[in-house]
């Protein structure tokens, strides 16, 4: 059963942009916490950004000011917009629900999405 489904990837030249969405189901997709992230090959996972229920957001320091995260709670989705892009953020895409109760803990993974950028 998929809970996080991303897609938005693609090919596209260096300086371009895209949109990588996250569409979740089976959740009570407001009280999570979502983080996206990125893993090249041959490299760790890398956390990019991450937005709270409320709406804070934080960014790693290789994609501020390029990147941007949202929400909307209604269409229990998340957007990374990804502006500026150059080969180096060529990287599988993932976006991650996370909720962390008093006694309980819910996290879940999308299957990513390709990011190819071309020089």
């Known amino acids: 059963q998929e809970h996080l489904v991303e897609s938005g990837g693609g090919l596209v030249q260096a300086g371009g942009s895209l949109r990588l969405s996250c569409a979740a189901s089976e959740l009570t997709f407001s009280i999570y916490e979502i983080a996206w992230y990125r893993q090249a090959p041959g490299k760790q996972r890398e956390l990019l950004a991450t937005i709270s229920s409320h709406g804070t957001t934080t960014y790693a320091d290789s994609v501020k000011g390029r990147f941007t995260i949202s929400r909307d709670n209604d269409k229990k989705s998340s957007y990374l917009q990804v502006n500026s892009l150059k080969p180096e953020d060529t990287a599988v895409y993932y976006c991650?629900?996370?909720?962390?109760?008093?006694?309980?803990?819910?996290?879940?993974w999308g299957q990513g999405t390709q990011v190819t950028v071309s020089s």
């Open positions: 991650n629900a996370i909720y962390a109760g008093m006694r309980t803990k819910y996290d879940y």
